[in-house]
């Protein structure tokens, strides 16, 4: 993957060494919320998965070059005692579940939901993780805040907001994201931050290069293990996001240690907090909360 800086390359190999790549995101502190009274009533439409959307604006079709800026987020929520209690009563988690399926369909085309992610058990502090692209910013927060006027949403404590972008002249297309090449989605997602210390950017340009392509090598030994990287300068506290994707969980920490040994590691001032999840239908995410 080609970029200005990054931490992590592209498992399939290149025809030249890696270029830069990295991460970054940021915790939102927990708040209360003004709990709604209102009730859910069914809608007239819903979706089979509420997984996917349109990819029009959000991910050009695979191997295609990027003409445009991506927009990527990772919302992570935590459920609150009234969402639990809510969802054990008659028709709630369904309801609760083809309201939100409803909300994805009606955004197909702007913004694209890569995933819904059940974080439960894997983190004290953190239940949802959902997984945003589109075109633009405004779509995207736009989103977000349909998304919070529903019943779940409105019961949903935000605990994070990881938010980067991928700009056409970072990525030739062997180097884009893996949501940008159109592969498809795995069922494990590990998204974290990412902060390099001010020496980094200090050293010549020659020597990062030639330790982000030693970092890139040791990051090929894991063609089962998927990177995005989007950049995340001013948008955060943080300078880069990274998510990786994997059908098999153990491969994915293989993958992780293995990055330790990188040189790069000298120059990592913040690389956590990571939040780990399942990939699963909204429907299924919802009932994990009960």
Same mark, same amino acid.
């Given at each position: %993957? =080609?970029g200005r800086?990054a931490?992590?390359?592209d498992r ?14 940021g915790?939102?502190?927990?708040r209360?919320r003004?709990?709604?009274g ?10 089979s ?5 349109a990819r *029009?604006?959000?991910?050009p079709?695979?191997g295609?070059?990027m ?5 990527? @987020?990772?919302p992570?929520?935590a459920?609150?005692?009234e969402?639990?209690?809510e @969802?054990?009563?008659d028709d709630?988690?369904?309801n609760?579940?083809?309201e939100i399926e409803?909300?994805f369909?009606d955004?197909?085309?702007? =913004?694209d939901?890569?995933g819904s992610?059940?974080t439960?058990?894997?983190?004290a502090?953190?239940?949802l993780?959902l997984? @945003? ?6 779509d995207i927060q736009?989103? =977000?805040?349909?998304?919070?006027r529903?019943r779940?949403?409105d ?5 994070a907001?990881l %938010?980067?972008l991928? *700009?056409?002249?970072e990525?030739?297309?062997?180097h ?6 159109g592969?498809?989605p795995?069922?494990?997602l590990c998204?974290?931050p990412? =902060?390099?210390?001010?020496?980094w950017y #200090? ?8 330790l982000l392509?030693e970092?890139?090598v040791l ?6 293990v @998927?990177a995005?990287?989007t950049?995340a300068f001013?948008?955060?506290d943080?300078?880069w ?5 994997t059908?098999?969980?153990?491969a ?5 240690r293995?990055?330790r040994?990188s040189k790069t590691?000298?120059?990592?001032k913040?690389?956590t ?5 399942i990939r *699963?239908p909204?429907a299924?995410?919802?009932d994990? #909360?009960?």
């Amino acid at each position: %993957m =080609v970029g200005r800086d990054a931490s992590v390359r592209d498992r399939t190999p290149p025809p030249r060494p890696p270029d830069p790549r990295s991460l970054a995101a940021g915790y939102l502190p927990r708040r209360e919320r003004l709990r709604r009274g209102r009730r859910v009533g069914p809608r007239p439409r819903r979706r089979s998965d509420g997984l996917t959307g349109a990819r *029009k604006r959000a991910c050009p079709s695979e191997g295609a070059r990027m003409t445009e800026t991506i927009y990527a @987020l990772y919302p992570v929520f935590a459920a609150s005692p009234e969402l639990r209690a809510e @969802l054990f009563e008659d028709d709630a988690l369904g309801n609760a579940a083809e309201e939100i399926e409803t909300l994805f369909k009606d955004w197909a085309g702007r =913004v694209d939901v890569r995933g819904s992610y059940s974080t439960v058990g894997f983190r004290a502090d953190a239940d949802l993780v959902l997984w @945003l692209t589109a075109g633009s910013a405004e779509d995207i927060q736009r989103f =977000v805040v349909e998304f919070r006027r529903t019943r779940a949403g409105d019961l949903l404590d935000p605990v994070a907001s990881l %938010m980067g972008l991928v *700009k056409p002249a970072e990525f030739t297309p062997d180097h884009q994201p893996a949501f940008v090449r159109g592969e498809t989605p795995r069922t494990y997602l590990c998204v974290y931050p990412f =902060v390099r210390t001010p020496e980094w950017y #200090l050293l010549p340009a020659q020597e990062r290069g030639e330790l982000l392509a030693e970092h890139g090598v040791l990051g090929r030994e894991f063609p089962g293990v @998927l990177a995005n990287t989007t950049s995340a300068f001013g948008l955060g506290d943080w300078e880069w996001i990274l998510a990786f994707e994997t059908d098999e969980l153990d491969a994915l920490v293989d993958c992780i240690r293995r990055l330790r040994d990188s040189k790069t590691r000298l120059y990592s001032k913040v690389e956590t907090p990571f939040f780990t999840g399942i990939r *699963k239908p909204i429907a299924d995410a919802l009932d994990d #909360l009960r």
